[in-house]
Each structure stands twice: as structure tokens, then as C-alpha cells.
């Protein structure tokens, strides 16, 4: 089955840096890698999300960048807020299957 | 749309009681997926069905644990005898089966057993 490996496990920005986090996975057909943010108490909630015939996605202040050949993805937050802080989780997937969750990065924003 | 539904969303029992938690998936959504999360394992996939059919149970811990889906819009997590260590946020999850389309969280129903 697929494998995904998340880094780092938390991360220290201050207030207006970028935070970047990486993934990689096991399993070249996977094709959908969608990425998650669960704030304290909360369920996980999709915040962005790259299919794999697609290089980079960007939404505002994030972006997701994918190395189909190397099966890594990233996820890029940048002019952090304090807001940001949460635990982002990655994912990979194919239609019709399970998703394979990373372990999580717990993210926190200093002001 | 309401979302996934789950209830309760908080639940005390005392160990050897059953436990049952019920989910209501987002209407038009034919895979479901059960996950537990704890400080120390993460998040954990439990089980999930494609279009009410378990496909893949081998993360439910033991035979304490069982699910089941009647119907497109119903699934059933039961847990008995409970024990201490099955305390944790069970979530539920639901999706389309299309490329692209991700799974959306229910609220989550926290769980103490004393």
C-alpha cells in the first residue's frame, strides 16, 4: 500500500515568514494530494489540493508543488499569521480509494 | 448542504459498556471512512466503504470494534465491551469516488471511557 512521510513534525515561524512543508509517498499512482489544517478541537478541513497532472497550485497566501518523478509534494504558507497556527496534515490518494494521511506538522505563528 | 453529520458528539461511558456512534454522510457521497485520532497514534483510518460495502477494515484494533452501513445515507461504529484505551476522536468522513473530490470531515464525536 501507499506510504506517506510528513516533515518536520512542528515548525516555528515568526509572524510575516514563510513555512514550508514536505511530503513524500510510496506509490507513483497515487494522483490526488490534498492537504489539511485542523486547528485545536476541530475537525480537519481541506485547504488546498494538487492532482497529479499538475505541477503547482496556488491560493492566496498557500501553494502546493509537485514532483510526480520524485513522489514529493510541498506545501508553502507565506506572510504567516498568527491564525496559521494549526496542524497541517498531507494526503494521497487515487479516485475511488482511501486516503494515506502524513503524521501531521504541528505549525505555530509567533508573533 | 448540512455537511457530515455525526452524533453524539460527546460521549462518557464507563469500560464494558457498548458504545455506538452514528454518521450521516454529505448526500450524493458514495465512499465513507471511519478514522480515529489520538494524541499519540495521529489519525488513524479505521474502515471504509464504497457505496455501502466495507472495502478495507484491517485498521479496526480488534473484534470490539464493528461497523456497518445499512444505507447511502447511514453508518454505525460500535465498540463493546469499551475499554480505557479506546478514549479518542472518532471522526467520520465522506467523499465522491471521482479523481479530485476530498473527503470532508464530520465535527468528530470525542470519547471518554472511565
Known amino acids: 500500500g501507499e506510504n506517506v512521510e510528513q516533515h518536520p513534525s512542528t515548525l516555528s515561524v515568526q509572524e510575516g515568514d514563510s513555512a514550508v512543508i514536505k511530503c513524500t509517498y510510496s506509490?507513483?499512482?497515487?494522483?490526488?494530494f490534498p492537504w489539511y489544517k485542523q486547528e485545536l478541537g476541530k475537525r480537519p478541513q481541506l485547504i488546498i489540493d494538487i492532482r497529479s497532472n499538475v505541477g503547482e497550485k496556488k491560493d492566496q497566501r498557500i501553494a502546493v508543488t509537485l514532483n510526480k518523478t520524485a513522489k514529493h509534494f510541498s506545501l508553502h504558507i507565506t506572510e504567516t499569521q498568527p491564525e496559521d497556527s494549526a496542524v497541517y496534515f498531507c494526503a494521497a490518494s487515487r479516485a475511488g480509494n482511501q486516503f494515506y494521511f502524513g503524521t501531521g506538522t504541528s505549525l505555530t505563528v509567533i508573533p | 448542504d448540512a455537511g457530515v453529520i455525526q452524533s453524539p458528539r460527546h460521549e462518557v461511558t464507563e469500560m464494558g459498556q457498548e458504545v455506538t456512534l452514528r454518521c450521516k454522510p454529505i448526500?450524493?457521497?458514495?465512499?465513507l471512512f471511519w478514522y480515529r485520532q489520538t494524541m499519540m497514534r495521529g489519525l488513524e483510518l479505521l474502515i471504509y466503504?464504497?457505496?455501502?460495502?466495507?472495502?478495507?477494515d484491517s485498521g479496526m484494533p480488534e473484534d470490539r470494534f464493528s461497523a456497518k452501513m445499512p444505507n447511502a445515507s447511514f453508518s454505525t461504529l460500535k465498540i463493546q465491551p469499551s475499554e480505557p484505551r479506546d478514549s479518542a476522536v472518532y471522526f467520520c468522513?465522506?467523499?465522491?469516488?471521482?479523481?479530485?473530490?476530498?473527503?470532508?470531515f464530520g465535527p468528530g464525536t470525542r470519547l471518554l471511557v472511565l
Open positions: 466503504f464504497n457505496n455501502n460495502v466495507p472495502i478495507d
Open positions: 448526500s450524493g457521497h458514495n465512499s
Open positions: 506509490d507513483s499512482a497515487s494522483n490526488y
Open positions: 468522513a465522506s467523499r465522491t469516488g471521482y479523481l479530485g473530490e476530498t473527503q470532508y
